[in-house]
């Protein structure tokens, strides 16, 4: 199974970015897509959850502005992030886990996102 992000950037406090996450391979459902972030030296944090039955799982500090959603045809999982704050800035990782019948965990690699003035 591979992951492909894109759709980091930079942007402005207040601004919008869209993240994108195609997996492709032998993939099992029910499973688990989703973003994690990872601030320099930290350990990584999940920010979004969804499963293939859309059930949807948000961080705190996030919830009320990104929103998860998936595109199950397609194993495309997205982010859309509002109302971007500075402490958002952070490398995201999308994710996929599931069991086939052993537990899969995939992720890909790291979309840079910065949010600053």
């Known amino acids: 199974v591979q992951l492909q992000a894109s759709g980091g950037g930079s942007v402005q406090p207040g601004g919008s970015l869209t993240l994108s996450c195609a997996a492709s391979?032998?993939?099992?459902?029910?499973?688990?897509m989703g973003w994690w972030r990872q601030y320099p030296g930290k350990q990584r944090e999940l920010v979004a959850d969804m499963t293939s039955g859309g059930n949807t799982d948000y961080a705190r500090v996030v919830k009320g502005r990104f929103t998860i959603s998936r595109d199950n045809a397609k194993n495309t999982v997205y982010l859309q992030m509002n109302s971007l704050k500075p402490e958002d800035t952070a490398v995201y990782y999308c994710?996929?886990?599931?069991?086939?019948?052993?537990?899969?965990?995939?992720w890909g690699q790291g979309t840079q996102v910065t949010v600053s003035s």
């Open positions: 391979g032998n993939i099992f459902r029910p499973n688990h």
């Open positions: 994710n996929t886990n599931f069991y086939d019948p052993t537990w899969r965990d995939y």
